[in-house]
Each structure stands twice: as structure tokens, then as C-alpha cells.
């Protein structure tokens, strides 16, 4: 997430009541959670185990809990509890504002765009030319859709990520101010979810097309001509490449990267990173050929104890 | 389910024109299916195989479908049909009255509650202070929502119990009279069925979080801070004590207790009660330790075989 | 799908300019996709491997994209391009019309039946008496429900179908102009997805009970008094035959049977027809003793391993 104008360290500590370490005027563009994060960013941490990556991250600034030593054309903030401040941030940049309208007056929507009943268009969202948004569609603010999307009815986009941090007696929730960005020629079936990116955008690639009842989580990037089908479950931060096959009811865990050209059985459960071009099935999803001479396996073992028994007489 | 002031037996019995065995003015002051009966209730059993049960429960009246003897300080009502006549009795007493308006005049509505566009709220619903209840949530009759609540869009709390008598000639609906109890600071993903209590309440406890697409069944009891991912379903009649994590795509049967800090991995089927502090995968579920080792064994089939093989020679 | 009346041949060809073999006058009073065609109907083929099929289908006139021998009565339209033309008749007979009102005023609805907040009801819907369609349902155009059926929340019924066919550079769409068909007595849960047929009816029996979550995909026929669980998917063209129970997660792929009475376990993959009467479960879906069986088996595997250590030493 960009602020809408830039910022310097002096206002940002001041919005968290944070001390710093860097110049008052050095520049701040936007805060993005560490795997999104560019240049001008302030990412925050607040476990030493993961000190060293913030600090080695292309985060300029580093939102953390002990005054470490700052490196060199960076700047800190100095937080009791960089998560909460994060999340004060989130409101202050992109804070939640209670709709005003069922179709909020600062949604843009292209020409020939077909809007049916009961959708519901949050705060500066845009959608393109050429679309239809089907009846009772849930639209949350800021999110892009590009030309010649169709979205089937009570799908919902821009939901929360499901991003908790665990606190001794409660779960704390990291806010969200990301968004979701459907590309062109994008076809989402009925009562799909699509959460928000925490900082950055959840993206569905040009082209792709997903049945009915699918999910994706937060910050989840889908590439170009994939085909998704019903009841898909995609968690948060994971990467799809381009013209991915996934077959009905797979699951897929968070932060890994499947391949071009990858199909999936349905009902598989990804657990790991997937090279690309391949064919895969089960839990834990495998190798196509390998998984089958599995259960193949498995079909032999009547005959082992018998040829054992055999042995033993 | 409470009747809102109490009732006689012989009220009861003229509503669904049975005959009973006890005093006329025997107090009669809710019914409730045999799992959830509490002294006062009125308790169905319509076979010779549940009579003993029914008769002995904690439930003070018995709507039995035979003449049995009646246990000291109890009452029968007496009816060809006890099933048939319970569902009278839900019409009765928590008829589904039809909206008059899309949020009923007699909903309560919290302070700083913020309501998003095109949510229907039915009637006699409570909902708290500093709730966030995204656009197009349907909330069925009579539920409890406490307060910080968030449910986001698309969700359906209270719809009517999946629970069906097999008559001859077609299935016979069980009526939904209970309701859905959300406690403080839980968030509900987009797109989450909760369904109703057939006499009591489904209820999800304090500061738990659901994810996208969860669907919780009639009567299920969720404890405490509880995370549950994305596409879980649990069926109907499920205990999750305090503290369980489970994760996206799982699937729990019927009338079974998940024990507190049990830890679910993604897919598994759970078939059967699971004690707490564990980890457990695997269809049906198991401890992931024993479920690990089942795994890596059938890995090693090809090589039994071969062993096998060498034997022979 | 049947025009509204009947048309000519030369009246076909002039809508897609397609050249034909067959006289001016040659009736055409439909138009289907092969698994569904009867006598009057258009089929189309794009593909040498399939053009037989096509030609001895039950289908009078054949979309195809080369003059091959007419059979015996029958007529051609050829097209460089049967799949673009086959849209193109859709668009022309079945064309999608934006929505005027949240209700429509094309849609016919009976006696007795209550239409709660936020439904959707687009053109040309016929709904029977006494039915209950809860809050925030979308039922798109031409769908049929018959008298005493019960929609809970979010359903959607008459999305597109998820069928595309993989053209160089992108998905191209087959577009739907059939169906919903929603029988007595039917219960549908809050949150399913039953989509349209590509030019005929997805049906759902007399009787039938589907839970929460549950998806149907296109031109998919139910039985009768069949008892589907939550967030069950059944994909496109599957057959279900009467009184079959499908516990909940159940996948099956599509074009398949399912033969009636067969009771499918929880999370099972259904990937082949099966018989009905019988009990099955697992992924791939197996008769029930069989797959016992083969998970006794795998914790035998250690036992296994023990012998032989033994007979080697």
C-alpha cells in the first residue's frame, strides 16, 4: 500500500507516538507486510528471530521493538508493540468507512458495464468496461476490476484476510488496507471469496476462470488463463503461475508457489511448492505417477502376508 | 427453548390434541430434543428403542407415541404421532413469521453497531455494541449476536437445521425452533452458514474466529478462542471445546467432542470424539504422529516386495 | 432447449451466415448439446474425432465445420467456426436481458409462497405455491421451482455453466441458455450454487433435501428424495438416480451415475460410475468392505516389515 502522498518519519512517528531513528524529513511512501515490500515501505517486526529479515528487507523503514542498530540509508520506528501500531497505521491510511450508499457515489464503472440488483459497491472501487456484475454480489472498497469481467451472484470481494496474531488471551487481528485486482476477461462463478491483500493486492490474472464457490485468501497472486473449478480452497500469500489447472475441492496452504502449466487432481492438498508442467495428485499432493503406483501398492499387501505365510510354514 | 411464560399439560395436550397422564396443571415450561432437555421440557421419542432414554432424561414431560408407566414426578403426553406433534409444537410456539420489512422493527441493534447495505435482519434478533455486519449477511429469527462482532458478507446465520425423519414416502423436515448465540469478538468470514438449533442454540464462544466458507451445523457448540479456516465444515450436535485449531477443508461428523487445544491439520475427516492437546490428520483423523508413520510405511512397500521376491528365488 | 417457435433452416443459417445442406424449409425447433439432443434439435461439432457421433445423434441438423455426407433426413449448417455459432444462436434465442427490478415482472409466483427481503428474481421465473425463498437468494432467468420448496439464504440458482473450450490464446466461453428445474418438495440449504444447464435443464427430484454449501453443476439431474449433505460438489452432466444419500465434502467428477439407493461416505472422490444399492467411500470412491479392507491392510504394514527382518536374519 502507497500513502496517497508521501510522508515523512516525523508525521509517521507522531501517528504512532513512536521514537525514530533517521532524519524527521525522511521520506515514507507506503507500509507493506515484509513479503511485499518495496522501497519507501515501512514493514514492521517485533520477534528477534525475524529482526535480521526486516532489517535486510527492501523496507526503508523498520517498524520494530528494540532500538537496534539502524542500517545504513534506513530509518526506524520504535515501538512497545509494532503490530498494534501497524494496525493504527492501517486505520489511518486506509481506515473503514461505514458505506453511504448501496453503490458508494465514488465507484467508477465502465461503459456497457451490466450491474444487477442488490449488488453492493463499497467505497472507491472501479470496474471496467464491458462487465457484469451479477444480483447480490458484495463489493468492498477500493477493490479494481478491469474490462470484461463477469462475476456470478453472492460472490464476495474484499473481505478481510484471516490474519490473527496470538495474543496471551485473545487473537489480535492484523487490519487490512490491501485490495483485490481482477484483470481482464476474468470470469469468477457464484459465491466465490477473494479476501483483501493485508497491504498489497490480492490479484486474479487476465483471463482466468473460476467456478463456483472458490476461495482465495489474502495476498494470494493467480496468473494468466488459469482454470480453477468449484470448491476450491487457495490460502493467503500463495503464487499460481499461468495456465495452472486446479480440479474441484483441492486445497492449497499458504505461501507457496505452484508452476506454469501444473494440473491438480481434485481433492489434492497441496502442501509444498509445485514445479510447473507437472501433474499431481493427493494429500500430500504428489507426483501423478508416483501417487498412483502408491495406491497401487497399497493393493498388493493382501498378497505379501500371503506370500509370507507361505514363507513361515 | 423456553416457552415465554410457562404452560399446563392440558394446554399442551389441546394444542396437539393428545392425551396425557398427570395433572392438568402439571407446569410445562419448554420442550427440547433429548441432547439439550433440562427439567420442565417436553421430550419426544417415537421408538421402543429410545424409551428408556426419553423417560429417564432430565426432561419432566414425554411425548411418547405408547401408554408406558410414568416415572415418579413426571408427565406422558400421549400421541400416535410424537414427531409430527413436536413440529405442531415449534409452530406454535416459534412459528416462522415472514419479514415485514428487511430489518424487522423489533431487531435491538447495539451501539456504534454498523450495519453494511442489503443485510436482512429478522425479527426479535439482538445484535451489540461496536458489531461490524457486512453487506447482504442474512440473519434468520431470534439470534443473539453479543458485542465486537464482525461477520462479513454473504454469511447466513440461523437457517433451518439439515435434520430429516425417513417416512415411508418422503423425508419428514425436524422444525427449527432454536436459534444462533454469537459471543463477543468473534469474526465471521464471508459466505459461513451457521445454522439454527432445533431447540436450543448454536453457539460460537468468545473471541473465536472463522474464516471464508465455514459451515457450522444445528446445535453445534464452539468454545473458546477457537480459529477455524476456510471451506471446515462441521455437521450438527459437535462439541469444540476451548482453543481448537482447525485447518481449511476439514470435515467433523455429528454429535462427537473435540477436546480443548486439539490441533486439526488441513482435510482431515473427523469421525469420531478426539482428546485435547493433540495434533491429528488424516481421513478418518488420527494422531498425526501414528497417521505420519502410516504414511512413510506405505513407502516402503515397493521394497517389501522385493525382499519378498529375493526370498523366493 | 426448444425456440418458442418452430424455425426454418434458411432463418438458422441467415442468423449465424452459415452456409447449408438441406432444404429452405427444413424445420429446426431446437437447439441442444449432445448428451441432451432429441429429433428437431441443432448439435454441434468441431471435431473430426467426434463428427460421427454428432451425425448419428438424435439431432435433425448438425452445426459442423466441414460438408461432409448429409445422413438421411437430416440437415448441415457449415460454419468455419460451430462453437462461436452455437453461442451466437444462444444469444439470439436465449439472449441475457439486464435485470429492470429486483423482481421481475415476468416472474410468475404462487399461492402462499413467501418471498423474504433482498431476493433476486430475474426474467421469466415460474415459482409453484407454498414455497419459502429466504433473504438474499439469486434466481436468474427461466428458472422453474415447483410448489412447497424451501431456498435458504444466498443460494443461487441458474449461474452459467462452468464450460469453456481452450481456444489458442484464451478461454472461450459456451454460454448458457438453459436452465434451472426445482421439483416439489424439494429443501435447498442456505449458500448452494445450482447451475444452469448449457441448453437444457439441471434438475433436482421430487423430495430431494440438500444441506448448506452444497454445488450443482450444469445440465446435472438429481433424483427423487435424495439426501445431498453440506458443501457436497457434484460437477456437470452427472446423473444421480433416486434415494441416494451423499454425506458431507463429497466430490463427484462429471458425466457419471450414480445408481440408486448408493450411500457415499464423507470427503469421498466419486471419479467413476457407480452402482447403486451399495455402499462406497474413499478418493477414488470404492465399495465400503473394500476400501476397510485396504485401510486394515496399511496398518499391517509394520507387522509386515517385523517377518521379514526375522526371515532374513
Chains 1, 2, 3 share one sequence.
Request: aromatic share 6%.
Amino acid at each position: 500500500m502507497k500513502f496517497t502522498k508521501p510522508q515523512t518519519l516525523a508525521q509517521i512517528a507522531d501517528i504512532i507516538k513512536a521514537t525514530y531513528v533517521g532524519d524527521d524529513s525522511f521520506p515514507v511512501l507506503g507500509m507493506n507486510e515484509i513479503h511485499v515490500v518495496e522501497p519507501g515501505d515501512i514493514v514492521f517486526v517485533d520477534h528477534p528471530k525475524y529482526y535480521e529479515k526486516a532489517l535486510e528487507s527492501a523496507a526503508t523503514v523498520v517498524l520494530i521493538n528494540k532500538e537496534v542498530d539502524c542500517p545504513n540509508g534506513k530509518a526506524l520506528l520504535v515501538s512497545d508493540d509494532p503490530f498494534r501500531d501497524f494496525n493504527k497505521l492501517t486505520d489511518h491510511f486506509s481506515p473503514f468507512v461505514a458505506a453511504r450508499a448501496v453503490i458508494a457515489d465514488s465507484a467508477e464503472i465502465g461503459l456497457h458495464t451490466i450491474i444487477q440488483p442488490n449488488v453492493f459497491i463499497g467505497n472507491n472501487v472501479k470496474i471496467g468496461a464491458g462487465c457484469v456484475i451479477h444480483a447480490n454480489v458484495a463489493i468492498y472498497d477500493n477493490t479494481v476490476i478491469e474490462d470484461n469481467v463477469t462475476i456470478h451472484s453472492g460472490s464476495v470481494l474484499g473481505a478481510d484476510a484471516f490474519y490473527y496474531k496470538n495474543r496471551p488471551d485473545h487473537f489480535d487481528k492484523l487490519k487490512s488496507g490491501g485490495n483485490v485486482v481482477i484483470h481482464d476477461h476474468v470470469d469468477i462463478g457464484a459465491l466465490c471469496t477473494i479476501d483483501s491483500g493485508v497491504t498489497a493486492s490480492t490479484t486474479i490474472g487476465e483471463g482466468t476462470k473460476l467456478d463456483n464457490q472458490v476461495h482465495i485468501g489474502h495476498d494470494t497472486i493467480i496468473g494468466k488463463r488459469c482454470l480453477i473449478a468449484s470448491q476450491v480452497g487457495i490460502a493467503g500469500c500463495v503464487v499460481i503461475e499461468d495456465l495452472v489447472t486446479i480440479w474441484g475441492q483441492v486445497g492449497v496452504t499458504s505461501g507457496i508457489t505452484i508452476g506454469a502449466r501444473a494440473v491438480i487432481s481434485a481433492q489434492s492438498g497441496v502442501s509444498k511448492s509445485l514445479e510447473g508442467g507437472k501433474s499431481y495428485f493427493g494429500t500430500p499432493a504428489d507426483e501423478f505417477r508416483k501417487k498412483y503406483k502408491e495406491i497401487a501398492s497399497i493393493r498388493l499387501i493382501p498378497d505379501i502376508i500371503e506370500k509370507l505365510d507361505k514363507l513361515h510354514e
